[in-house]
């Protein structure tokens, strides 16, 4: 069984960086891709960016370029390292797990706040 945990979100200023980790625990033989998502109030969920088992990384328009996301050697933690924040970068991030055979799993999230 996998299961996710954020860490460090909080309350940053425009401009300002923060990275995020996901730690993740049980079987990551069963994991296919690593990413993040994030749901601002008000709007769906959205995709921000993923990481592949060889290494490969998808980011979404809106955070590439100021957005890294990247792990540790073991791939017990996914990190997301946010650049140049913006307010409208302000959302609940949540981690996420692609697993084998169509499953799937979500940390609980982190709320990231960018404000002045």
């Known amino acids: 069984q996998v299961q996710l945990a954020e860490s460090g979100g909080g309350l940053v200023q425009p401009g300002g960086s923060v990275r995020l980790s996901c730690a993740v625990s049980?079987?990551?033989?069963?994991?296919?891709?690593m990413g993040w998502y994030r749901q601002a109030p008000g709007k769906e969920r959205e995709f921000v960016a993923s990481?592949?088992?060889?290494?490969?990384?998808h980011y979404a328009d809106a955070v590439k370029g100021r957005f890294t996301i990247s792990r540790d050697d073991s791939g017990n933690t996914v990190y997301v390292q946010m650049n140049n924040l913006k307010v409208e970068d302000t959302a609940v991030y949540y981690c996420?797990?692609?697993?084998?055979?169509?499953?799937?799993?979500w940390g609980q999230g982190t709320l990231v706040t960018v404000s002045s």
């Open positions: 049980g079987s990551i033989s069963v994991i296919r891709i």
């Open positions: 996420n797990a692609a697993l084998v055979f169509g499953r799937e799993r």
């Open positions: 990481i592949l088992r060889d290494g490969t990384t």
